[in-house]
Protein backbone atom coordinates (compact mmCIF):
# COMPACT_ATOMS: atom_id res chain seq x y z
CA UNK A 1 0.00 0.00 0.00
CA UNK A 2 0.87 3.75 -0.50
CA UNK A 3 0.16 6.64 0.60
CA UNK A 4 1.39 10.69 0.53
CA UNK A 5 1.65 13.59 2.60
CA UNK A 6 2.05 17.06 1.77
CA UNK A 7 2.67 19.56 3.84
CA UNK A 8 0.71 22.45 3.11
CA UNK A 9 -2.11 23.31 1.54
CA UNK A 10 -1.28 26.62 0.52
CA UNK A 11 1.88 28.22 -0.15
CA UNK A 12 2.38 31.99 -1.40
CA UNK A 13 5.73 32.95 -2.61
CA UNK A 14 7.00 36.31 -4.12
CA UNK A 15 8.03 36.32 -7.99
CA UNK A 16 11.53 35.23 -8.47
CA UNK A 17 11.60 33.63 -4.59
CA UNK A 18 12.70 29.81 -4.09
CA UNK A 19 9.59 27.45 -4.42
CA UNK A 20 9.53 24.84 -2.09
CA UNK A 21 6.85 22.12 -2.11
CA UNK A 22 7.37 19.39 -0.06
CA UNK A 23 6.14 15.39 -0.06
CA UNK A 24 6.29 12.71 2.06
CA UNK A 25 5.33 9.24 0.76
CA UNK A 26 4.79 5.22 2.25
CA UNK A 27 5.35 2.43 -0.12
CA UNK A 28 5.79 -1.16 1.01
CA UNK A 29 7.87 -1.30 -2.36
CA UNK A 30 10.11 0.74 -4.63
CA UNK A 31 8.34 3.19 -5.82
CA UNK A 32 8.12 5.85 -8.12
CA UNK A 33 7.26 9.10 -7.78
CA UNK A 34 5.48 12.05 -9.40
CA UNK A 35 4.76 15.60 -9.36
CA UNK A 36 1.96 16.71 -11.48
CA UNK A 37 0.62 20.31 -11.94
CA UNK A 38 -3.22 21.51 -12.34
CA UNK A 39 -4.35 24.84 -13.70
CA UNK A 40 -7.95 26.01 -12.89
CA UNK A 41 -10.55 23.66 -14.46
CA UNK A 42 -8.01 21.73 -16.30
CA UNK A 43 -6.30 18.23 -16.22
CA UNK A 44 -3.01 17.27 -14.98
CA UNK A 45 0.07 17.62 -16.29
CA UNK A 46 3.23 15.90 -15.52
CA UNK A 47 5.88 18.34 -14.18
CA UNK A 48 8.59 15.61 -13.74
CA UNK A 49 8.77 11.59 -12.47
CA UNK A 50 11.40 9.60 -10.11
CA UNK A 51 11.53 5.99 -11.65
CA UNK A 52 14.47 4.06 -10.08
CA UNK A 53 17.41 6.36 -12.12
CA UNK A 54 18.75 9.42 -10.74
CA UNK A 55 17.68 10.77 -7.53
CA UNK A 56 17.57 14.31 -8.37
CA UNK A 57 15.24 14.90 -11.56
CA UNK A 58 14.43 17.36 -13.95
CA UNK A 59 11.42 18.40 -15.21
CA UNK A 60 9.33 20.76 -17.15
CA UNK A 61 9.30 24.62 -16.37
CA UNK A 62 12.17 24.82 -14.59
CA UNK A 63 11.13 22.33 -11.78
CA UNK A 64 13.54 19.75 -9.95
CA UNK A 65 13.02 17.32 -6.74
CA UNK A 66 14.96 15.18 -5.51
CA UNK A 67 14.25 11.92 -4.38
CA UNK A 68 15.82 10.96 -0.46
CA UNK A 69 14.78 7.43 0.28
CA UNK A 70 15.83 7.74 4.24
CA UNK A 71 13.81 10.63 4.39
CA UNK A 72 11.11 9.26 2.15
CA UNK A 73 10.77 12.36 0.07
CA UNK A 74 10.31 13.96 -2.96
CA UNK A 75 10.17 17.99 -2.73
CA UNK A 76 9.41 19.64 -5.49
CA UNK A 77 11.62 23.56 -5.77
CA UNK A 78 12.06 25.62 -8.46
CA UNK A 79 14.70 28.60 -7.66
CA UNK A 80 12.90 31.85 -9.02
CA UNK A 81 9.10 31.79 -9.49
CA UNK A 82 7.51 32.87 -12.57
CA UNK A 83 3.47 34.57 -12.19
CA UNK A 84 2.78 31.33 -14.38
CA UNK A 85 3.70 29.05 -11.95
CA UNK A 86 0.27 29.98 -9.70
CA UNK A 87 -1.26 26.54 -10.06
CA UNK A 88 -2.10 23.29 -7.88
CA UNK A 89 0.62 20.63 -7.21
CA UNK A 90 -0.18 17.14 -6.73
CA UNK A 91 2.64 14.42 -5.32
CA UNK A 92 1.80 11.02 -6.30
CA UNK A 93 3.09 7.59 -6.06
CA UNK A 94 3.28 4.28 -7.65
CA UNK A 95 4.17 0.74 -6.88
CA UNK A 96 6.32 1.06 -9.61
CA UNK A 97 7.80 -2.29 -10.95
CA UNK A 98 5.59 -4.33 -8.17
CA UNK A 99 2.51 -2.66 -9.52
CA UNK A 100 0.38 -4.03 -11.38
CA UNK A 101 -0.62 -0.82 -13.92
CA UNK A 102 0.31 2.72 -13.21
CA UNK A 103 -2.15 3.60 -10.34
CA UNK A 104 -1.54 6.15 -9.02
CA UNK A 105 -2.08 7.67 -4.47
CA UNK A 106 -2.14 11.31 -5.21
CA UNK A 107 -1.55 13.77 -2.04
CA UNK A 108 -3.50 16.62 -0.73
CA UNK A 109 -2.11 19.28 -3.48
CA UNK A 110 -0.57 22.42 -2.51
CA UNK A 111 -2.26 25.14 -4.12
CA UNK A 112 0.51 27.63 -5.13
CA UNK A 113 -0.09 31.55 -4.91
CA UNK A 114 2.49 33.97 -6.82
CA UNK A 115 2.92 37.49 -5.31
CA UNK A 116 4.23 40.27 -7.50
CA UNK B 1 -5.94 15.66 -30.48
CA UNK B 2 -3.99 12.92 -29.51
CA UNK B 3 -4.45 12.67 -25.90
CA UNK B 4 -6.91 11.73 -23.72
CA UNK B 5 -10.69 12.71 -24.49
CA UNK B 6 -13.14 13.27 -21.81
CA UNK B 7 -17.12 14.13 -22.54
CA UNK B 8 -19.01 15.84 -21.67
CA UNK B 9 -16.73 18.41 -20.13
CA UNK B 10 -19.91 19.99 -17.92
CA UNK B 11 -22.82 17.68 -16.87
CA UNK B 12 -25.80 19.02 -14.91
CA UNK B 13 -28.22 16.53 -13.14
CA UNK B 14 -31.14 16.44 -10.61
CA UNK B 15 -31.00 14.34 -7.51
CA UNK B 16 -32.04 11.44 -8.49
CA UNK B 17 -30.88 11.62 -12.28
CA UNK B 18 -28.28 9.32 -13.84
CA UNK B 19 -24.91 10.69 -15.16
CA UNK B 20 -22.92 8.91 -17.70
CA UNK B 21 -19.42 10.43 -18.50
CA UNK B 22 -16.87 9.06 -21.29
CA UNK B 23 -13.14 8.62 -21.78
CA UNK B 24 -11.08 7.60 -24.81
CA UNK B 25 -7.73 6.99 -23.91
CA UNK B 26 -4.85 8.43 -25.48
CA UNK B 27 -3.98 5.76 -29.12
CA UNK B 28 -2.04 2.93 -28.25
CA UNK B 29 -3.69 3.05 -24.79
CA UNK B 30 -5.51 0.38 -23.38
CA UNK B 31 -5.31 0.80 -19.60
CA UNK B 32 -8.03 3.28 -18.34
CA UNK B 33 -8.16 5.02 -14.56
CA UNK B 34 -10.95 6.85 -13.13
CA UNK B 35 -10.62 9.07 -10.32
CA UNK B 36 -12.78 12.28 -8.91
CA UNK B 37 -11.99 15.15 -7.20
CA UNK B 38 -14.02 16.90 -4.83
CA UNK B 39 -13.93 20.63 -4.24
CA UNK B 40 -10.88 21.97 -2.36
CA UNK B 41 -9.46 17.96 -2.15
CA UNK B 42 -6.95 15.69 -3.86
CA UNK B 43 -7.89 12.84 -6.71
CA UNK B 44 -9.02 10.13 -5.28
CA UNK B 45 -8.75 6.24 -7.39
CA UNK B 46 -11.78 4.70 -8.10
CA UNK B 47 -11.22 2.49 -10.82
CA UNK B 48 -9.06 0.77 -13.01
CA UNK B 49 -10.08 -1.18 -16.54
CA UNK B 50 -8.51 -2.87 -19.28
CA UNK B 51 -10.34 -3.79 -22.34
CA UNK B 52 -13.82 -5.60 -21.35
CA UNK B 53 -11.98 -5.98 -17.83
CA UNK B 54 -12.09 -4.22 -14.57
CA UNK B 55 -8.54 -5.07 -12.78
CA UNK B 56 -9.38 -3.03 -9.50
CA UNK B 57 -12.06 -0.85 -8.33
CA UNK B 58 -11.16 -0.84 -4.78
CA UNK B 59 -12.20 3.03 -4.64
CA UNK B 60 -15.26 2.75 -6.07
CA UNK B 61 -18.56 3.23 -3.65
CA UNK B 62 -20.46 -0.14 -3.36
CA UNK B 63 -23.85 1.42 -4.40
CA UNK B 64 -24.50 3.52 -7.34
CA UNK B 65 -21.40 3.56 -9.55
CA UNK B 66 -20.27 1.58 -12.04
CA UNK B 67 -17.69 1.47 -14.85
CA UNK B 68 -16.99 -0.17 -17.92
CA UNK B 69 -14.40 -0.32 -20.71
CA UNK B 70 -15.60 -2.22 -23.42
CA UNK B 71 -13.75 -3.58 -26.52
CA UNK B 72 -14.96 -0.83 -29.01
CA UNK B 73 -16.18 2.42 -27.76
CA UNK B 74 -14.76 4.71 -24.93
CA UNK B 75 -14.94 3.61 -21.32
CA UNK B 76 -17.65 4.49 -19.34
CA UNK B 77 -18.14 5.94 -15.64
CA UNK B 78 -22.17 5.84 -14.50
CA UNK B 79 -23.80 6.96 -11.64
CA UNK B 80 -27.38 6.12 -10.74
CA UNK B 81 -29.38 8.48 -8.82
CA UNK B 82 -27.00 11.20 -8.04
CA UNK B 83 -26.81 12.57 -5.15
CA UNK B 84 -25.53 16.62 -4.29
CA UNK B 85 -22.11 15.21 -2.32
CA UNK B 86 -21.68 13.57 -6.46
CA UNK B 87 -20.94 16.81 -7.45
CA UNK B 88 -17.24 16.27 -8.00
CA UNK B 89 -14.60 16.46 -11.04
CA UNK B 90 -14.17 13.57 -12.31
CA UNK B 91 -10.84 12.57 -14.24
CA UNK B 92 -9.65 9.76 -16.50
CA UNK B 93 -6.14 8.46 -17.60
CA UNK B 94 -4.90 6.18 -19.56
CA UNK B 95 -1.37 4.31 -19.93
CA UNK B 96 -0.23 1.60 -22.53
CA UNK B 97 0.23 -1.98 -21.44
CA UNK B 98 3.06 -2.83 -19.44
CA UNK B 99 6.23 -3.28 -21.46
CA UNK B 100 8.90 -0.58 -22.94
CA UNK B 101 6.51 1.64 -23.89
CA UNK B 102 5.50 2.07 -20.44
CA UNK B 103 7.23 4.31 -18.63
CA UNK B 104 5.33 4.70 -15.68
CA UNK B 105 3.27 7.89 -15.38
CA UNK B 106 -0.52 8.17 -16.50
CA UNK B 107 -1.97 10.44 -18.90
CA UNK B 108 -5.14 12.38 -17.65
CA UNK B 109 -8.07 13.92 -19.60
CA UNK B 110 -9.42 17.56 -18.79
CA UNK B 111 -11.93 15.84 -16.79
CA UNK B 112 -15.83 16.10 -16.69
CA UNK B 113 -17.50 17.98 -14.38
CA UNK B 114 -20.47 17.32 -12.33
CA UNK B 115 -22.90 19.52 -10.58
CA UNK B 116 -25.97 18.01 -8.93
CA UNK B 117 -28.89 20.16 -8.26
Known amino acids: AQSVTQLGSHVSVSEGALVLLRCNYS??????LFWYVQYPNQGLQLLLKYTSAATLVKGINGFEAEFKKSETSFHLTKPSAHMSDAAEYFCAVSGGLKAAGNKLTFGGGTRVLVKP | NAGVMQNPRHLVRRRGQEARLRCSPMKGHSHVYWYRQLPEEGLKFMVY????????ESGMPKERFSAEFPKEGPSILRIQQVVRGDSAAYFC???????????????FGEGSRLTVL
Open chain 1, 27 to 32: SSVPPY
Open chain 2, 49 to 56: LQKENIID
Open chain 2, 93 to 107: ASSPPTGRTNTGELF
